[in-house]
């Protein structure tokens, strides 16, 4: 089972647990459980890095401080960190250098737990952004499960001598030198294009108009209501089937969110033109197809990027072009002015723009409200 039984370390002197046949077994399933989660967490951020460049930003802001100031370091932020859990999940799940890693997950666990509660009692952002889009959990349930995961982490650092590697130490630099150009290799390929999976509700295939509908019968929010009132400068709550009577004055009426109802897939396409009209159900009914060229930030849009995507629509009659961005009106029409924009642009929350496309710009071709392609302006040659 790839122990080594000659040595014999304090930490698990009167520890019978690691003699029996089940406790080693059991010791090798909480190793590669360590580091499936760490893989896993690490490769959807891997799909989306740009994702996660996104949502350390968010934590960024959240903070405030000098923290939107270092909204610089995002980019480089991201990628240090999906590197750092995926390799550490697969050193874990493979024994390379298994001392060294069990002690760098014990620090980067306690850390996270410590993050995550302050994150679970304070809410500064609703999704820790753990498992990118793929899956969504609370902050509370973030916390939990890294209380979990330090546990066992903790267990395989007093355990650790327990363990043997599989191959020999160049082996082991060969195997992990391997993975990380792998890695960052795939990286870069999902920021350059778009994401090889897509987790988010504007994926190819999404009938936009389907997917904002609430199904006949679907549960509601439940809200619990309380009042406020104040007699005599004394202040006191008092539910809605229980309300004082006139010699008390309202101040103020409190709601707690009891359970989550049902929430659609996609609750959001509002675009707005310069007479900030609604034109977003337009797009949708419109019996063809739109391209939407999507550029989130005009500050930051690839001029050469846009000139491709222009050059490569240029020659398609099979319908219509608009563009949507985020950016206010006077920096829409210099911008316009300045690139020769022939195509109207509209405006739209950032928020929204960039979680239909990883891309700034990008192209996302809707015909008859149903999303058809998306492409980074690098393979706008390759719209179908």
């Not at 250098?97 to 997950?105: D, E, G, H, I, N």
């Not at 337009?282 to 995507?309: H, K, N, P, Q």
Request: with cysteine; net charge positive; proline share 4%.
């Amino acid at each position: 089972m790839g122990f080594n039984f000659r040595r014999r370390k304090i930490s698990s002197a009167g520890l019978p647990f690691t003699s029996s046949r089940a406790g080693r077994i059991t010791l090798h399933l909480l190793r590669l459980l360590a580091g499936s989660v760490f893989v896993f967490s690490g490769f959807v951020k891997a799909v989306d890095p740009l994702g996660t460049v996104y949502k350390i930003s968010d934590y960024l802001d959240a903070f405030g401080g000098f923290g939107p100031q270092l909204a610089v370091l995002a980019y480089p932020a991201a990628f240090l960190l999906i590197v750092f859990e995926l390799m550490l999940g697969v050193q874990l799940m493979l024994m390379l250098r298994f001392r060294s890693s069990t002690l760098l997950a014990l620090v980067f666990m306690v850390a996270m737990t410590g993050l995550t509660l302050y994150i679970a009692v304070y809410n500064p952002v609703t999704d820790c952004g753990c498992f990118g889009d793929a899956l969504k959990v609370s902050n509370w349930q973030t916390f939990y499960k890294n209380i979990v995961l330090l546990t066992i982490v903790v267990l395989l650092v007093v355990w650790r001598d327990k363990f043997k590697s599989f191959f020999l130490k160049p082996v082991e630099y060969c195997i992990g030198g391997v993975f990380l150009a792998a890695i960052i290799a795939f990286m870069v390929y999902n920021l350059l294009h778009l994401p090889v999976l897509d987790f988010r509700p504007y994926k190819i295939g999404v009938n936009i108009p389907e997917a904002m509908s609430v199904p006949e019968g679907a549960p509601a929010d439940v809200y619990n209501y309380s009042f406020v009132y104040q007699k005599e400068g004394v202040k006191q709550t008092f539910s809605l089937d229980a309300l004082p009577d006139s010699t008390w004055t309202f101040v103020e009426q409190k709601s707690e969110l009891v359970r989550k109802g049902y929430e659609a897939p996609i609750t959001n396409f509002t675009i707005l033109n310069a007479d900030y009209q609604d034109v977003g159900h337009e797009i949708l009914a419109y019996r063809g197809r739109t391209y939407l060229v999507v550029m989130y930030d005009l500050t930051r849009t690839s001029v050469r990027g846009l000139e491709t995507i222009t050059e490569a629509l240029a020659a398609r009659t099979d319908g219509r072009v608009a563009g949507v961005t985020a950016s206010n009106p006077a920096e829409v029409e210099a911008f316009k002015s300045a690139h020769k924009v022939k195509f109207p642009v509209y405006t739209a929350d950032p928020v929204f723009l960039k979680t239909m496309i990883r891309a700034n710009p990008g192209v996302v071709v809707i015909e008859n409200g149903t999303i058809t392609d998306k492409r980074n302006w690098r393979d706008s040659d390759k719209i179908q």
